[in-house]
């Protein structure tokens, strides 16, 4: 079949006599009618250019690419998979555009097996004219009422109502429940909601109309809803095509086809909006006059041209102005047309159908025309049928050429030669007029004859459907509650950041003053930052943080020039026995002299030593305890320097000048302090926290003298260890803590740094999981695995440059296989855990400089922060964070945050150089 003007028309004998004077002869009318509708005809080419043309069109949009307003739109729903028949529960749905002037409510029980219906109880409103046309307020009004008088009607015995929304028209989703109107399209003009959130204009809307709480879960199109409303028959329906006042279609596309979605995985259902489709010059051969005048008094001229040559708001106008056009012309109703037949919107969906069936008899036709006023003459009936069958007929073709270019897509991106798919139809063109459906599927069949398709009636009109989505987002909205109600305690608000401050305050007051308190603050013996005339060549250590180094430092007029090299200190000698570790340390300076050409040589040593030392003078520590997963047995309590000696010793080929013991903080303190003098803070972000700063002597009650300053190192990782942080710490931070080496130990250190973010992440995902929040509730083994989530990945996951697929893979290549929602989730749960660790070091930073500040009586203070450590340096916002907190909560305070290039390593050679500067000084 190459052509289809109208089904029939060749029948044309038996055209009954025309009794008019000067008007055509019955033969003559047949020949102007069929003229006419000669312009109706499709060929097969034109079908087949549309088809090409329309699939251009639509990856064209789905690669972001789509500029014109006449291309197709495909719109990503935030539906993800066709239903498994396992929703269940009672539903509210509120249908609006898919029916032309009317509105729907349904309420639709899913009893959550498979084949068992309940049939819906619903109701259906006129919406009136002035209403489609007013105010948007006014139409979202008339929907609450709607909803109300039907619940008054249908009391519920449920308090609980969900609502799913289905709103046809084209809009942007951006998840489940919300959804920007792009354009009005079908008769419907109302001000105020393009460019708007319509369940939030709905959602206002039933809160103004006070009578129900109803919770709008979900909002669908009503393709959507037809696709997702149908019984799964051998496989899902993973097409939903709609003719109904307007036509469109979605079906199930390859997220990583869609270019909007940051998906690689699974699938997405896409609104393909093809009521937009067409241009002059892909419809423009099968425009024809009608179709042009129908355009032009039409409320949105230009715009949804296809829509306008199949929807069923227009497929009554099109006969109405070709009726019109061939009356005046002299070859219906006695060249007589009526006041009726001359206005807009007179012959409706309804009329063309009735009039077309074949099964209605001659009287029914003549019927409707004469209430159009007409006068029907024998012949009319016969003719204005030809009429109605050649509108109709292109409509169906043109619409299974659309359909047939979807079919080609899934074909094409699902890389299958034969494609076996079940199309959901829904919409009151194919209830009523059962010739739709055959003409679209013959001309589905020519166009893609390797496509083997099943087209099933939607079930419900879509609304099961579109319970079924509000089913699904009402399960993500209860998981999002939980998962917003575990996470809320990591959420900390202005006042507990400054109660956090203030506490941490009055516990350094308390420790300066060797009273019990939870920060140690210990003495370092170090009294000044160095004034830029140290010189000489040093030897470094530096221990406890991610990397053990050794460092050649030379300090020269020109500046400081380091080598270094990285040692690794394997866990079971860091776990080990005390004499392995430092047998270890000096096993590593020794390759390294030799490397360097040092051997035999004694140069002076400073040791950055991480962990808190009770210090007697500058070239003595006592380890008060290990931290950071350290544990090697009987150093505590030991002078770490004579630990070195003796391991020194043991090697006798080896002589070490050992002069100075210094904290990575205060290592970097010194560091950044010789580029800045300013520079009065250190502060460590990484493995461990802690900070250090120069204080009045006179306020340290451990060491004697009244003037001048000195370092000290506040050890705050052990803040809180009294029990003072306890109103922040959640049971996240407890399941940690019970889980290290050092239970009881270190807990504000628990709540920042990175060897411990990563399990409190984990113990949150853990217990997502475990409310079924989370990897669809199953456990897996790698999730119960201490210690799978590095710091590094932290910084990873919240990297802004990171999309959310990244996000995924990290998780992947760790074992935990996600789904998108998953991903998101897991995100939120890190920035919340590290958001915290940098608003409570913020919170201590804050503490420290307003200390200084009052120490010094001063109203306002400068002072620079020297800060190291792989978390605040990698992670893309904790340094930001820390910033942002101590403005707010030390506003008399201008800080700066200096990150130290070096590490502490350059740090403590220039401790050490300062003590040998003056050491020369006292032999002088
Ligand atoms: C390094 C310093 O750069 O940072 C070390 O040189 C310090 O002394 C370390 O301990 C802290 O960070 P991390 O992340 O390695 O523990
Ligand atoms: C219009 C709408 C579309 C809807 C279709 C069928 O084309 O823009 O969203 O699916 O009508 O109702
Ligand atoms: C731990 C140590 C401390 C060190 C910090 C940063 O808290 O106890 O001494 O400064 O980690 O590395």
Excluded at 172 to 197: A, N, Y
Aim: proline share 3%; with cysteine; hydrophobic share 40%.
């Amino acid at each position: 079949m190459d052509s289809i003007g109208a089904v029939g028309l060749q029948q044309r004998e038996g055209f009954p006599s025309c009794s008019q004077k000067g008007l055509p002869c019955p033969s003559d009318s047949s020949e102007l009618v069929l003229e006419c509708l000669q312009q109706f005809k499709v060929t097969q080419t034109q079908l087949q250019q549309i088809q090409t043309s329309l699939l251009g069109s639509m990856e064209q949009a789905l690669g972001g690419q789509a500029s014109s307003a006449s291309a197709v739109r495909m719109l990503p729903t935030y539906v993800g998979s066709t239903p498994h028949g396992t929703e269940q529960g009672d539903f509210l749905v509120l249908e609006l555009g898919a029916t032309g002037a009317s509105l729907r409510v349904l309420w639709v029980t899913l009893m959550g097996t498979e084949g068992h219906r309940m049939e819906p109880r619903s109701q259906e409103f006129v919406i009136p004219p002035e209403v489609m046309l007013g105010p948007g307020q006014q139409l979202f009004d008339f929907a609450a009422h709607c909803l109300s008088e039907f619940l008054d009607a249908f009391p519920v015995s449920t308090q609980d109502l969900q609502l799913g929304f289905s709103f046809s028209f084209p809009c942007h989703q951006t998840g489940l429940d919300r959804s920007t109107l792009i354009s009005w399209t079908k008769g419907f003009r109302c001000s105020g909601v393009e460019g708007h959130d319509v369940v939030q204009l709905l959602r206002d809307a039933i809160k103004r109309q006070g009578a129900y709480s109803i919770d709008v879960v979900a909002v669908v199109n009503d393709t959507v809803g037809t696709m997702m409303g149908c019984e799964p028959g051998v496989g899902p329906c993973e097409v939903g095509l709609v003719v109904d006042t307007g036509t469109n279609a979605c079906y199930m596309e390859e997220a990583r086809h869609v270019a909007v979605l940051d998906e690689d995985r699974g699938r997405v259902c896409v609104s393909v909006e093809w009521g937009s489709f067409g241009d002059d010059e892909a419809l423009g051969p099968v425009l024809t006059t009608f179709d042009h005048a129908l355009d032009q008094e039409s409320l949105n001229p230009g715009a949804q041209r296809f829509e306008k040559m199949i929807g069923g708001l227009y497929l009554g106008e099109l006969v109405r102005l070709v009726l019109a056009h061939l009356a005046q012309q002299g070859a219906l109703f006695g060249g007589c047309t009526s006041p009726a037949l001359l206005s807009r919107g007179s012959i409706l969906l309804e009329h063309v159908t009735e009039m077309e069936d074949p099964l209605a008899g001659a009287a029914r036709v003549h019927a409707i025309l004469q209430d159009l006023g007409l006068s029907v003459g024998t012949s009319d009936a016969e003719l204005v049928r030809y009429v109605c069958t050649a509108v109709f007929t292109r409509a169906a073709r043109l619409c299974g050429a659309a359909l047939a270019a979807v079919l080609s897509r899934l074909q094409h991106s699902r890389e299958q030669q034969m494609l076996q798919i079940a199309v959901a139809t829904g919409g009151r063109v194919f209830e009523q007029h059962p010739s739709f459906l055959s003409i679209l599927q013959e001309t589905v069949m020519l166009l893609v004859p390797e496509c083997d398709v099943s087209f099933i009636p939607s079930v419900d009109g879509g609304g099961r459907g579109v319970a079924m989505v509000t089913a699904v987002a009402a399960r993500l909205a209860a998981h999002r509650r939980l998962l917003e109600e575990t996470l809320a305690p990591f959420r900390l608000n202005r006042e507990q950041l400054a109660a956090v401050q203030a506490q941490m305050q009055e516990a350094m007051a308390k420790g300066l003053r060797g009273e019990a308190s939870s920060l140690r603050m210990l003495p370092t013996y170090v009294r000044a930052t160095p004034d830029g005339s140290e010189r000489g060549d040093f030897l470094a250590l530096d221990l406890g943080g991610t990397n053990f180094r050794v460092l050649l430092v030379r300090v020269t007029a020109g500046g400081v020039q380091i080598t270094s090299q990285v040692y690794s200190i394997p866990e079971c000698v860091a776990q080990g026995s005390g004499q392995q570790l430092f047998d270890h340390i000096v096993d590593c300076i020794v390759d390294f002299q030799q490397k360097q050409g040092l051997s035999g040589q004694s140069l002076p040593l400073g040791f950055t030593f991480s962990f808190p030392c009770r210090q007697l003078g500058l070239d003595q520590g006592i380890l008060l305890n290990w931290t950071k997963g350290f544990n090697a047995s009987d150093c505590e309590g030991q002078d770490v320097v004579c630990l070195l000696r003796e391991a020194i010793g043991r090697k006798q080929a080896v002589k070490l000048n050992v002069v100075a013991i210094v904290n990575d903080t205060v290592g970097t303190m010194m560091s950044c302090g010789y580029e800045d003098p300013r520079c009065e803070v250190g502060l460590i972000v990484g493995t461990g926290t802690n900070a250090c700063y120069m204080e009045e002597l006179r306020n340290v009650a451990s060491v004697a003298g009244d003037s001048g300053h000195m370092c000290i190192n506040m050890e705050w990782g052990a803040f809180g260890d009294d029990g003072s942080l306890g109103l922040l710490r959640t049971c996240f931070d407890a399941n940690v803590d019970q889980a290290s080496i050092n239970p009881g130990k270190q807990s504000f250190e628990k709540m920042i740094s990175g060897m411990y973010l990563g399990e409190i992440v984990r113990h949150i995902l853990l217990h997502l999981t475990s409310l079924g929040v989370l990897f669809r509730g199953q456990q897996t083994q790698r999730l119960q695995t201490r210690d799978i989530f590095k710091t590094k990945f932290l910084s990873e996951i919240e990297s802004d440059s990171l999309a959310l697929r990244q996000v995924r893979a990290i998780l992947e290549d760790l074992g935990l296989p996600l789904t998108s929602d998953d991903a998101l989730m897991v995100l939120e749960v890190c920035q919340a855990v590290s958001q915290r660790a940098a608003q409570l070091c913020g919170a201590g930073v804050a503490a420290v400089v307003e200390k200084i500040r009052e120490n010094r009586g001063l109203e306002e203070l400068t002072v620079s922060v020297g800060v190291d450590g792989t978390l605040y340096k990698l992670h893309p916002h904790f340094s930001g964070l820390v910033a942002a907190t101590v403005r707010e909560l030390a506003p008399r305070c201008a800080v700066t945050f200096l990150q130290s290039e070096d590490g502490s390593g350059k740090g403590a050679a220039l401790v050490t150089a300062v003590a040998c500067r003056l050491a020369q000084m006292d032999h002088v």
